[in-house]
C-alpha cells in the first residue's frame, strides 16, 4: 500500500480509501452490517488505513458501522473522514432530492450548513463513530443558503476544539474553494473523477496543484460502468438514479466495454483485473490523491486494496489514455 500526505497537512491516506457509501445500505438495496464491518477489517490488514463516510449514508447507519469496526483497530492508525451539510432530519437550508430511509420511509435530503447546525452535526458523528476527533471533516455539498464563511467558521472553531483534525470540501469549485479558504485553510476537496468524467482537470485539478491540495476522487467505476459486469439492457431498479444519466445508455454502455476490451490485457499481463487496473489508473492520475473505492464485502474490498499493488508503466498509462481520448459517448 501506498500512503500520500493530504495537501500541506500532516494527515496521510491510504492511495486506496475505503468507501463506506454501499455499507450504509441507503440507495444500494439494504445493508449486511457483519459483512461490511469484515471487509472493512479486511482491507485494513492489506493497508487501507482510511475510510470516508457520512451521515447521510444510511442515515446514520454507515457511521455506526464504521464506529464498530474501528473499535478492534488502533485508533491512531486509522484516518476516519466524514461529512456534514447533507440533512434528513430538517427542511432548512436548499432541498436536493427525495429518497427513502432503509426502512422504505420516505425522507427529504437538504443541503444545509448553518453554524450550529454543523456544531450538532459533529457532536452526533463523533458519538456514532465512536471516537472523540474526526481526521478529516468535509462540507458534502455546497449549501447556498448559507454563507461560506459562516459555514467555514464553524468548521474552524471544531478544529480549535480538537473535535476535527483537518478541513476539506466536496464537490467544490474553484470559486468556492477559495472563498473558503479567506476563513479556513483547506486540506482537500473530494470530487468526482473517472476515465469517462474528467471535467474537473480543466480547473480544480490545476488549483488544487497549484496550492497543494490533496483531491479524493470518488465514483473511480463511474457507478459500475468501468468495472466491465454493465451490458447493454443493463435494467436498473427502483430508485437507481443511474437510469436517467447519460453514461448508463445502451450505447455508451457498449462503447465504454469496447474502450475496456482494449485496455484489459495490460490487467492480465500482470495478473490483476480490470477494477484493479481503473484503480491504479485513477491514482496515477496527475493530482489525484486517492481513489475512494467502496466495498460492502471482504472479497470485494480485498481485491481493491491489492490494486494499490499494480504498477502501470508509462507506456501503459499511454496507451490507456490514448484508448479513453478515442471513446465519443452520447452526450444528449
Given at each position: 500500500?501506498?500512503?500520500?500526505?493530504?495537501?500541506?497537512?500532516?494527515?496521510?491516506?491510504?492511495?486506496?480509501?475505503?468507501?463506506?457509501?454501499?455499507?450504509?445500505?441507503?440507495?444500494?438495496?439494504?445493508?449486511?452490517?457483519?459483512?461490511?464491518?469484515?471487509?472493512?477489517?479486511?482491507?485494513?490488514?492489506?493497508?487501507?488505513?482510511?475510510?470516508?463516510?457520512?451521515?447521510?449514508?444510511?442515515?446514520?447507519?454507515?457511521?455506526?458501522?464504521?464506529?464498530?469496526?474501528?473499535?478492534?483497530?488502533?485508533?491512531?492508525?486509522?484516518?476516519?473522514?466524514?461529512?456534514?451539510?447533507?440533512?434528513?432530519?430538517?427542511?432548512?437550508?436548499?432541498?436536493?432530492?427525495?429518497?427513502?430511509?432503509?426502512?422504505?420511509?420516505?425522507?427529504?435530503?437538504?443541503?444545509?450548513?448553518?453554524?450550529?447546525?454543523?456544531?450538532?452535526?459533529?457532536?452526533?458523528?463523533?458519538?456514532?463513530?465512536?471516537?472523540?476527533?474526526?481526521?478529516?471533516?468535509?462540507?458534502?455539498?455546497?449549501?447556498?443558503?448559507?454563507?461560506?464563511?459562516?459555514?467555514?467558521?464553524?468548521?474552524?472553531?471544531?478544529?480549535?476544539?480538537?473535535?476535527?483534525?483537518?478541513?476539506?470540501?466536496?464537490?467544490?469549485?474553484?470559486?468556492?474553494?477559495?472563498?473558503?479558504?479567506?476563513?479556513?485553510?483547506?486540506?482537500?476537496?473530494?470530487?468526482?473523477?473517472?476515465?469517462?468524467?474528467?471535467?474537473?482537470?480543466?480547473?480544480?485539478?490545476?488549483?488544487?496543484?497549484?496550492?497543494?491540495?490533496?483531491?479524493?476522487?470518488?465514483?473511480?467505476?463511474?457507478?459500475?460502468?468501468?468495472?466491465?459486469?454493465?451490458?447493454?439492457?443493463?435494467?436498473?431498479?427502483?430508485?437507481?438514479?443511474?437510469?436517467?444519466?447519460?453514461?448508463?445508455?445502451?450505447?455508451?454502455?457498449?462503447?465504454?466495454?469496447?474502450?475496456?476490451?482494449?485496455?484489459k490485457p495490460i490487467a492480465e499481463e500482470k495478473g490483476a483485473t480490470l477494477p484493479?487496473?481503473?484503480?491504479?489508473?485513477?491514482?496515477?492520475?496527475?493530482?489525484?490523491?486517492?481513489?475512494?473505492?467502496?466495498?460492502?464485502?471482504?472479497?470485494?474490498?480485498?481485491?481493491?486494496?491489492?490494486?494499490?499493488?499494480?504498477?502501470?508503466?508509462?507506456?501503459?498509462?499511454?496507451?490507456?489514455?490514448?484508448?479513453?481520448?478515442?471513446?465519443?459517448?452520447?452526450?444528449?
Open positions: 500500500m501506498q500512503y500520500r500526505k493530504l495537501g500541506d497537512t500532516d494527515l496521510e491516506l491510504s492511495v486506496v480509501t475505503f468507501g463506506a457509501w454501499a455499507a450504509g445500505g441507503w440507495m444500494w438495496g439494504g445493508t449486511e452490517q457483519n459483512n461490511a464491518i469484515e471487509a472493512i477489517h479486511a482491507s485494513y490488514d492489506l493497508g487501507v488505513t482510511s475510510i470516508d463516510t457520512a451521515p447521510v449514508y444510511g442515515q446514520g447507519h454507515s457511521e455506526k458501522i464504521v464506529g464498530e469496526a474501528i473499535k478492534d483497530l488502533p485508533r491512531d492508525k486509522v484516518q476516519i473522514l466524514t461529512k456534514y451539510g447533507l440533512r434528513w432530519d430538517t427542511d432548512k437550508g436548499k432541498f436536493y432530492f427525495k429518497s427513502k430511509d432503509n426502512d422504505g420511509n420516505d425522507i427529504d435530503i437538504h443541503k444545509y450548513a448553518g453554524k450550529e447546525a454543523i456544531i450538532k452535526e459533529c457532536e452526533e458523528s463523533l458519538k456514532r463513530l465512536g471516537t472523540d476527533y474526526i481526521d478529516l471533516y468535509q462540507i458534502h455539498w455546497a449549501d447556498p443558503t448559507t454563507p461560506i464563511s459562516e459555514t467555514m467558521e464553524a468548521v474552524a472553531q471544531l478544529k480549535e476544539q480538537g473535535k476535527i483534525r483537518e478541513a476539506g470540501v466536496c464537490n467544490y469549485n474553484v470559486d468556492q474553494m477559495k472563498t473558503a479558504e479567506k476563513t479556513i485553510k483547506l486540506a482537500s476537496n473530494q470530487v468526482p473523477y473517472s476515465m469517462v468524467r474528467r471535467d474537473i482537470e480543466e480547473e480544480v485539478v490545476p488549483y488544487c496543484i497549484k496550492n497543494n491540495k490533496g483531491i479524493l476522487a470518488y465514483s473511480p467505476f463511474q457507478r459500475g460502468l468501468l468495472t466491465g459486469k454493465m451490458s447493454p439492457g443493463y435494467e436498473f431498479g427502483e430508485g437507481d438514479t443511474r437510469a436517467n444519466e447519460i453514461y448508463y445508455t445502451d450505447e455508451n454502455i457498449q462503447r465504454t466495454n469496447e474502450m475496456l476490451e482494449k485496455i484493479q487496473l481503473v484503480i491504479q489508473w485513477t491514482i496515477q492520475q496527475p493530482g489525484i490523491t486517492i481513489a475512494l473505492v467502496g466495498a460492502r464485502t471482504p472479497e470485494q474490498s480485498t481485491q481493491n486494496a491489492k490494486a494499490a499493488d499494480l504498477k502501470l508503466l508509462p507506456d501503459e498509462i499511454k496507451f490507456i489514455d490514448n484508448q479513453i481520448k478515442e471513446l465519443e459517448l452520447e452526450t444528449a
